[in-house]
């Protein structure tokens, strides 16, 4: 009889385990967006923010790699959005079309290269000059 509440007493100890795992891994899922997803896509840190009328151009510098992203400073309403990051000696890697709040992410390796950012949202635009250094 007490190995038989000991079986039991171990099912229900691991069903808790079981359930407390569940839990948080469910948990997970209804947290807030992270940083990156925030930032439209690009992971690293940001490297250089240019404003202009607009919206702004973000420029973001992880361990290998650059991403740009053009946001709208009002978002809402679809209107044209360009977004360029161009690695020198490389080509330019784009994405234009009609957005309502960010274009972009794109992104190219660049571990020590510089890159040059192009960003334009309706009639403003905004270019880096090649940074990243």
């Known amino acids: 009889m007490l190995q038989g509440w000991r079986r039991r007493a171990r099912r229900v100890a691991s069903l808790g385990v079981f359930a407390t795992v569940l839990w948080l891994c469910a948990g997970g899922l209804f947290t807030a967006p992270p940083a990156q997803a925030a930032a439209g896509g ?29 946001v709208a400073r009002v978002p809402g309403e679809r209107r044209q959005m360009a977004v360029s990051i161009q690695p020198r000696g490389g080509a330019p890697v784009r994405e234009a079309g009609r957005f309502t709040r960010h274009a972009g992410p794109v992104t190219v390796g660049a571990i020590t290269r510089c890159v040059y950012v192009r960003g334009s949202v309706g009639a403003g635009s905004a270019t880096s000059g090649w940074i990243l250094c």
Do not use: I, W
């Not at 690009?42 to 992203?69: H, I, M, P, W």
């Open 42 to 70: 690009c992971g690293g840190r940001l490297a250089r923010t240019v404003s202009f009328d607009t919206g702004e151009l973000r420029v973001y510098k992880s361990r290998n790699q650059a991403c740009a992203v053009t």
